[in-house]
């Protein structure tokens, strides 16, 4: 039997976390036969919910959940690690500004990323979906020197299988027939969903759409604005699809991707396709043997090279605003 695979999700009391950890639980993220333990972490006022979310899963009885740690301890929560999915976040309260928004989060994701320098297990992946989740994922990197900057990336998944389920309504076609879609840049409404390449079968998209018009207009800004179409319709921000996508983004870094698939992920840029080096930008990524490779070589038309560029400005923006919060 394989040994159980300990995996830290923060934020655990809150709604995502709520959806979250019965797909870790059962094997949704790190595949049918991998026994999992659990690593919750939430803030002191959330214990209490938290508790109650660790008897819900003792209830659950999944046969691969081999143990669970519910804690406000950041150092219990990271020791040993192999997996941290970073869920726990500051959220912007209606009139704050956005540095102070900004500022609360630097200081959880630096202080949270010493303790997963220190106490995770070498190698540990790290996922970031709390919002500025680029950001927070770079305030991460930064103040975890020691854990490799291909370690640490932060969710566009939910934002690419937004942009699959779009062109698979539009189509009529099975969303799991539609491939290569791209998000490029910030998980933000700045952000670039790309069909370019993107197929159904080994027709392209765009051939099979027919029209141009919707998708350089409405199918973009519906993907960019999906998170506030969700809030409006629910009353509350979209869960169990960034639940189901954060599982999507480890199953695909640690098992790989299909051949001949790329996904969407938030990774630490080395300045491919021009854009800024040294912030976290999302790319086309493969991913074989738990590393992830930015697809190359892709053709930017000019009227992408624009939205590539205005998300990478807003990221370059955004990192130095977090510096600011810092000093
Ligand atoms: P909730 O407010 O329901 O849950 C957040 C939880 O984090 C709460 O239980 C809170 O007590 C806890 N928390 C706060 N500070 C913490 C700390 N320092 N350490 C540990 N836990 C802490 O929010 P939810 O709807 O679950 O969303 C969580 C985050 O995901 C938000 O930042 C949200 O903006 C972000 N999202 C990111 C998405 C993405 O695609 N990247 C999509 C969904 C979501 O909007």
């Known amino acids: 039997a394989k040994e159980p695979v300990r995996v830290l999700v923060t934020g655990a009391a809150g709604q995502i976390g709520y959806a979250l950890v019965p797909m870790i639980a059962r094997g949704i993220m790190l595949g049918a036969d991998q026994p ?12 209490e919910a938290l508790n109650g979310v660790k008897m819900e899963l003792v209830d659950a009885a999944f046969p691969l959940l081999k143990g669970v740690v519910a804690t406000t301890d950041v150092v219990e929560a990271c020791t040993g690690v192999n997996v941290a999915v970073m869920v726990g976040g500051f959220p912007r309260k209606e009139g704050m500004e956005r540095k102070d ?21 070498p190698n540990c992946k790290v996922l970031v979906v709390a919002n500025p989740a680029n950001t927070n994922a770079l305030i991460l990197k930064e103040f975890a020197p020691s854990i490799p900057a291909k370690n640490i990336t932060c969710l566009t998944r939910l934002d690419h299988n937004r942009a699959l389920g779009q062109i698979s309504e539009r189509l009529s076609v099975q969303v799991s027939d539609v491939k290569n879609v791209i998000i490029w840049g910030n998980h933000s409404s700045t952000q670039y969903p790309d069909v370019n390449h993107a197929t159904v079968g ?7 759409v027919k029209d141009d018009e919707w998708l350089n207009g409405e199918f973009i800004t519906t993907v960019q604005q999906r998170g506030a179409a969700i809030i409006k319709a629910r009353k509350l921000s979209s869960a169990l699809s960034a639940a189901s996508a954060a ?9 790989g991707t299909p051949e001949g698939t790329w996904v969407s992920m938030g990774v630490y840029s080395d300045g491919s396709y021009n854009v800024p080096a040294g912030v976290i930008y999302s790319f086309p990524v493969t991913c074989k043997n738990g590393e992830w490779t930015i697809v190359q070589g892709l053709a930017i038309d000019e009227f992408s090279r624009k ?16 510096y600011s919060c810092l000093s």
């Open 36 to 47: 999992v333990i659990l690593h919750m972490l939430d803030i002191p006022f959330a214990a």
């Open 101 to 121: 928004v900004m500022s609360k989060n630097v200081s959880i994701y630096k202080s949270q990323a010493s303790a997963l320098e220190q106490h995770a297990a």
């Open 202 to 208: 080994d027709k392209p998209v765009r051939e099979l």
């Open 247 to 255: 599982c999507d983004h480890i199953r695909d870094w640690v098992l």
């Open 307 to 322: 939205k590539l560029d205005l998300t990478g400005a807003e990221l370059t923006e955004e990192k130095e605003l977090a």
